[in-house]
């Protein structure tokens, strides 16, 4: 299953939104494409993490000194639960973690919403920008359609901001549906 990650060119400089999975612990020699991490951005001024399963900090270790922004939870989640993630690609050498709680607006035109579901501490991140609003959804739906259930807390407040919400393991936004 692909994992998406997404950069954000920010005048205050380059956001990365997750960091995926740049190792594994399959017995699998080539998980082609790959071009990341080969083309590793270098002036990344600050990641922000959706949520800490391995599949989207896996590349955090990249950035040692960089902030990473999270909620509290989630970090306290990642590092106390079994079987949560791959503790030592979240407490690397140089990790930097930056906590919330709750709703944060991180720099004009990003925000972090805390969107409860897929686990307790996920969150997604709301761009604006003069084209509009999109939300970089993470786990937020897993599968497409998934989101549009609005089975979640998180899914629902998702679904309030009427924007397209892109998914980490799908190729495209999906664009919520006006509900009557």
Known sequence: MPVFVWTVDHPAGLVLVDTGMIDSRLEIEDMSPTPYPENIPRDVACVINTHLHFDHCGGNRLFPGVPIHV??????DARSLDDYTIREWVDFDGATYVEHEGEVEL???IRQLPAPGHTDGHQVVVVETDAGTN???????????ELAGGTTEGQRRVLALGAPTWLSHAPGPEIPKQRP
């Open 107 to 109: 720099l004009p035109g």
């Open 71 to 76: 909620q509290a939870r989630e970090l306290a």
């Open 135 to 145: 939300v970089l959804g993470g786990d937020v739906g897993v599968w497409f359609g």
